[in-house]
C-alpha cells in the first residue's frame, strides 16, 4: 500500500517499451567496483540493492566506455567494447530484474577528459585542446577515427541488448567526447564536425543513429545532456534548449535526462555533482523547461534528496522522472521506507560527497559516510536477528557507539548506552556547530531517533564505569568512548594560548581578533574552525605542514572549501609548521627552504591535529565479560564512515 503522501512518485511510468514500477530513478555514476573491465560480485550487489530497496530504474556504470581508446580501467569502470562482457551484464541484469525493477547501462566516450599513463594511447577529441582537469593535449579526431568511435556506439549498445538490458543512456553531457564536439569551447574544427551548430551535432546524430540502428525500435534509447554549460565561451542555456529540441525532433529518443554544468575544470565539477553547499533541486528548473519543450520524458537531477521533494518535483508537471542518486547510495531502502509512509526512517543523504564520488578522485571505491553496507552488501546489505537475546552495554555515544548500539537491539538484544555528555554524537555533533558544516548533524539525529525506536535504555550525563558497567551483568560490551586531543609537539605550546578545535565550537569564548589555525589533521576540521573564526570577523591564519591547506579533502570539495575560506579572507600558508610559540609571538617556519617568519599579537592558537584513543576501560574489561569490542576512535582514531563501520560490524557479531 502507498501512504497518501504520494499520488506520483510511486506511479508506473510507460518508458518507451518498458513500463517502470515507479518515478525514482538511479542516475549511472562510477563506483570503481569493476573486475577488470566486467561486472563482478560487488558491482551486481551493489546495483541489486538499489532494486531490492525499490528503486524503479537502476542506470548503471557510469562512463561504460564504447572503445578502447577511453577505457574504464583508471576509474575501475566497465568496459563495453567488447563480447566478454556480455554474460557479466545478464547476470548485472537478472540481479536487478529479480525484483521487479529495469535496467539501463550508459554508454560514453571520454575523448579529451581522460589520462593516457594507464594504456599508453593518445587522448582523442574534437581539437587538440586540453581540459583544464586533467590538462593532457588530446590528438584532434580525424574522419576515420570518428567512423569508427560512432560505431563502437553502436556496438556497444547492441552487448548491452544481448546481455538483457532493458535500454541505453547515451552520456552527452559533462564534459564527454559528445558535449566536446557540440560546444565551442572545445570545438574549434573548420570541416563538416565544426563551425555552426549543424555540423557540430553531426557527431552526436550519427552516434543516435548508430545505437537506434543496432538495437531497434523496441530498446529503450535516453540521452543525459546538461542544461548550460556554465563556462565562459561553452554552451548555454539557450543553446542547449536548441540542442535538446533537435535531438528530440529525431523521434529516436525515449528519455532526456537533464543536469547541469560542466566539468572543464575543479570549480566546475563541484557543480556538476553538488555538494551540501549547493542547494536542494538546483539543477530542476532545466528539466521543467525542457520539459514544456520536448513530448518525450524528461528526467530532474539535482540534488533530489528527500522522496517529498521528489513528489513536489512531479506534480508540478517539472518532470516525469526524478533522479535520487545519493539519496538512494546513502539508503538503497529509500522507496520502499517512503512507499510505506516510514519517511522518519530513510537515513539522510547530507550532501558531503567525502564517501562517495569524492573518493574516486582519490581511486578508492564508493561508500557513504554513514551507510556501511554501501560497497560491503555482500556482507552487511542484511541485518539477521540473533539467536539468543543478550544484554548489551555500550559505551559511547558518538557514531561508533550509536550504531552498534542500533544494530544490536534490531537484531532482539536488550541494549544500555552510557554517554558521559549531556547530548549524544560526540565529534560529530561539534562538528556539525561549524559554519557550513549544519548538515552532518542530521547523521547523529539520524541514529539516535532509531535508537530511540528500538528502545534502547540511553543514558547521557553519565559516565561508565567499570563497576557500573559490571552491574548491568552484560553478555557483551562495545567500548566506543572516542577518542581526545593532544596537545601539539611544539616549542610553548603548554604557556601559550593554545586551544582545541572543540573548544572554539562548543565555548562561547572571546578568542580575541587575530587568531592563528595550526592544521596538522589534513582533513576537515582545521578549515571548518578557520571559516567559523573568520565568519565572526576575525583575522584567520590557517598553517599546515603539509603541501595543501585539507591535504585529504576529496577533490569534488576542496575547491569549494578554498572558496568558502578565501572569500571571508582566510589566509591559506601550507608547507609552513610553528616552530616555536612564545608569550606574544608565533614562529612559522617553511618546511622546505627553511625560512621563518615570525607573527606578533597572535590571541588564540587554534590546534586541529593529533588524537589519543580513549580505551582504558576497553582495558580493564577485558576477560571480565564473554564478549567485548573496541570500536572507533577508541580503537584508532579516525572518520566517521570508519567508526560507523565498526560500530555496525560489532552489532552484528553480538
Known amino acids: 500500500m502507498v501512504t497518501s503522501q504520494f499520488k506520483y512518485l510511486f506511479s508506473p511510468f510507460q518508458l518507451g517499451n518498458i513500463t517502470l514500477p515507479n518515478r525514482i530513478v538511479s542516475t549511472a555514476h562510477a563506483s570503481a567496483f569493476a573486475d577488470n573491465g566486467v561486472p563482478g560480485p560487488q558491482l551486481i550487489a551493489y546495483q541489486e540493492e538499489k532494486a531490492r530497496g525499490g528503486c524503479g530504474l537502476v542506470i548503471c556504470y557510469g562512463s561504460a566506455s564504447v572503445h578502447h581508446t577511453s577505457p574504464g580501467v583508471d576509474w575501475g569502470g566497465v568496459e563495453l567494447y567488447e563480447d ?14 529479480r525484483h ?10 571520454r575523448g579529451r577528459r581522460g589520462v593516457t599513463d594507464m594504456y599508453w594511447e593518445p587522448l582523442l577529441a574534437p581539437s587538440p585542446i586540453p581540459e583544464r582537469s586533467h590538462r593532457e593535449t588530446p590528438h584532434q ?11 563502437a556506439y553502436g556496438q556497444a549498445a547492441l552487448r548491452l541488448k544481448k546481455g538483457d538490458f532493458d535500454g541505453v543512456d547515451i552520456l552527452i553531457g559533462y564534459g564527454h567526447l559528445p558535449e566536446q564536439f557540440l560546444s565551442p569551447f572545445s570545438n574549434k574544427r573548420t570541416d563538416e564536425y565544426g563551425g555552426s551548430l549543424e555540423n557540430r551535432m553531426r557527431f552526436i546524430l550519427e552516434v543516435i543513429d548508430s545505437v537506434r540502428d543496432m538495437v531497434g525500435d523496441e530498446f529503450v534509447v535516453g540521452i543525459r545532456v546538461s542544461g548550460d554549460e556554465k563556462i565562459e565561451g561553452g554552451l548555454t542555456q539557450e543553446d542547449q534548449k536548441e540542442i535538446i529540441k533537435r535531438l528530440a525532433a529525431t523521434g529516436k529518443i525515449d528519455y532526456i535526462n537533464v543536469v547541469g554544468g560542466t566539468t572543464e575544470n575543479v570549480m566546475a565539477q563541484t557543480e556538476a555533482v553538488p555538494s551540501m553547499w549547493y542547494p536542494t533541486g ?10 514544456q519543450m520536448v513530448d518525450v520524458p524528461v528526467m530532474a537531477v539535482g540534488r533530489i534528496t528527500d522522496p517529498l521533494q521528489a513528489e513536489w518535483i ?16 546513502a539508503d538503497p531502502q529509500m522507496p520502499n521506507k517512503a512507499r510505506a509512509g516510514r519517511l522518519d526512517d530513510i537515513r539522510p543523504c547530507i550532501g558531503s560527497n567525502q564517501g562517495c564520488v569524492g573518493r574516486l578522485f582519490h581511486g578508492k571505491t564508493v561508500t557513504c559516510i554513514h551507510n556501511p553496507v554501501i560497497g560491503r552488501e555482500e556482507e552487511l546489505a542484511e541485518v539477521k536477528s540473533a539467536t539468543e537475546q543478550k544484554k548489551v552495554v555500550v559505551v559511547g555515544g558518538g557514531p561508533a557507539g550509536l550504531e552498534a548500539a542500533r544494530v544490536a537491539a534490531e537484531r532482539g538484544h536488550r541494549v544500555v548506552l552510557f554517554e558521559k555528555r549531556p547530548a549524544l554524537g560526540g565529534q560529530v555533533a561539534t562538528y556539525a556547530k561549524a559554519s557550513g558544516r549544519e548538515d552532518f548533524g542530521a547523521i547523529v539525529l539520524w541514529l539516535e531517533s532509531q535508537s ?13 564505569t567499570l563497576d557500573s558497567i559490571l552491574a548491568e551483568e ?11 586531543p593532544l596537545p601539539p609537539d611544539v616549542p610553548g605550546a603548554d604557556t601559550g594560548p593554545v586551544v582545541f578545535v572543540e573548544d572554539v565550537l562548543t565555548q562561547e569564548v572571546d578568542w580575541g581578533d587575530n587568531i592563528l589555525v595550526l592544521d596538522q589533521d589534513g582533513h576537515n576540521q582545521g578549515p571548518a574552525v578557520a571559516e567559523h573564526l573568520a565568519e565572526q ?31 571571508r579572507g582566510v589566509t591559506l600558508s601550507p608547507n609552513t609548521a610553528v616552530k616555536e610559540i612564545r608569550e606574544d609571538q608565533v614562529v612559522l617556519k617553511n618546511v622546505y627552504s627553511e625560512e621563518e617568519r615570525v607573527i606578533d599579537g597572535v590571541s588564540t592558537i587554534v590546534y586541529a591535529g593529533l588524537r589519543k584513543a580513549e580505551d582504558s576501560l576497553y582495558t580493564q574489561l577485558k576477560g571480565r565479560v564473554a564478549q567485548l569490542f573496541l570500536v572507533g576512535d577508541a580503537m584508532a582514531p579516525r572518520k566517521i564512515h570508519d567508526a560507523i563501520l565498526e560500530g555496525t560490524r560489532a552489532g552484528r557479531q553480538i
Not at 100 to 109: E, L, N, P, R
Not at 321 to 329: G, N, P, S
Open 452 to 464: 530511540r525506536k528500538l528502545g534502547i535504555d540511553m543514558r547521557t550525563g553519565t559516565e561508565a
Open 100 to 109: 521487479g525493477s529495469k535496467v539501463i547501462s550508459q554508454i560514453t566516450h
Open 141 to 151: 579526431m580525424e574522419k576515420e577515427q570518428i567512423d569508427e568511435i560512432v560505431g
Open 84 to 97: 566478454r562482457v556480455i554474460p557479466h551484464l545478464k547476470k548485472a541484469a537478472a540481479a536487478v530484474h
Open 282 to 291: 538546483l539543477w530542476v528548473h532545466y528539466a521543467a523547461e525542457i520539459k
Open 537 to 567: 570577523g576575525r583575522k584567520v591564519e590557517i598553517v599546515s605542514d603539509l603541501f595543501s591547506i585539507g591535504e585529504d579533502i576529496d577533490h569534488f570539495t576542496k575547491p569549494l572549501v578554498y572558496r568558502r575560506l578565501l572569500t
Open 474 to 484: 552484560p553478555d557483551a560490551v562495545v567500548v566506543a568512548s572516542g577518542s581526545s
Open 314 to 329: 512531479l506534480s508540478e508537471g517539472q518532470a516525469d522522472l526524478v533522479a535520487m542518486t545519493r539519496a538512494l547510495i
